[in-house]
């Protein structure tokens, strides 16, 4: 098993910066792929970015293509969210989640392939 702690949310003004990220621990860190979802109050949780288990595969949601980027570090068991030019529709709570995986590049995109989750944490975007 593995355990997921997201850190970095909070409120930012509309055009804003966010870092978020998500500490691991339990099993080894690199044989996961990983992924970023989020849950505004009222919607669904949706896929936001995945990343593959060596980081060289990344893929994104169109709302947020070449605004946000994936990224990960194995040996700090960190994985995390750079969210540039935010804006108020991407207010929501952010979930990072894991999954193992035997292939270097797969990586996930729907929620029921990811059997573990962080507790959330809340980005506020102010227009």
């Known amino acids: 098993q593995v355990q997921l702690v997201e850190s970095g949310g909070g409120l930012m003004q509309d055009g804003g910066s966010l870092r978020l990220s998500c500490a691991a621990s339990?099993?080894?860190?690199?044989?996961?792929?990983m992924g970023w979802f989020r849950q505004a109050p009222g919607k669904e949780r949706e896929f936001v970015a995945a990343?593959?288990?060596?980081?060289?595969?990344?893929y994104y949601t169109d709302s947020v293509k070449g605004r946000f980027t994936i990224s990960r570090n194995n040996a700090w068991y960190t994985m995390f969210l750079q969210m540039n030019s935010l804006k108020p529709e991407d207010t929501a709570v952010y979930y990072c989640?894991?999954?193992?995986?035997?292939?270097?590049?797969?990586?996930?995109?729907?929620?029921?392939?990811?059997?573990?989750w962080g507790q959330g944490t809340q980005v506020t975007v102010s227009s």
């Open positions: 990343i593959s288990q060596s980081g060289d595969n990344t």
């Open positions: 989640a894991a999954t193992p995986v035997n292939r270097g590049t797969v990586l996930y995109t729907e929620t029921d392939d990811y059997p573990y």
């Open positions: 339990g099993r080894i860190f690199s044989s996961y792929a």
